[in-house]
């Protein structure tokens, strides 16, 4: 069993920049590969950053540029470092751990509002 906990949301202005934070515990393997999701209202959940075990980050056409995933693999910890904020970044955010045969453990999600 795996738990996540996201932190680090909340309020920030157009431009601004917040760092959220995930902490991993329970049964982690280091082929895990861990990312980063979000789901507005209305919307679907979307997929913005990958990172894999080796270290390799990818990121969707979205966040790319704006967005930096890492890791701290000795505090199981995985980070999303989010600068130039707009308000269509406002939406639940999502850590996700995904195991090397595919299946995904979910974080509760912290709040992001991007709004002047």
């Known amino acids: 069993q795996v738990q996540l906990v996201e932190s680090g949301g909340g309020l920030v202005h157009p431009g601004g920049s917040l760092r959220l934070s995930c902490a991993a515990s329970?049964?982690?393997?280091?082929?895990?590969?861990m990312g980063w999701y979000r789901q507005a209202p209305g919307k679907q959940r979307e997929l913005l950053a990958r990172?894999?075990?080796?270290?390799?980050?990818n990121y969707s056409d979205s966040v790319k540029g704006r967005f930096t995933i890492s890791k701290d693999n000795a505090k199981n910890t995985v980070y999303l470092q989010m600068n130039s904020l707009k308000p269509e970044d406002t939406a639940v955010y999502y850590c996700s751990l995904r195991r090397i045969y595919g299946f995904d453990y979910w974080g509760q999600g912290t709040q992001v509002t991007v709004s002047s």
């Open positions: 990172i894999t075990s080796g270290g390799n980050p």
């Open positions: 329970g049964s982690i393997f280091s082929t895990d590969a």
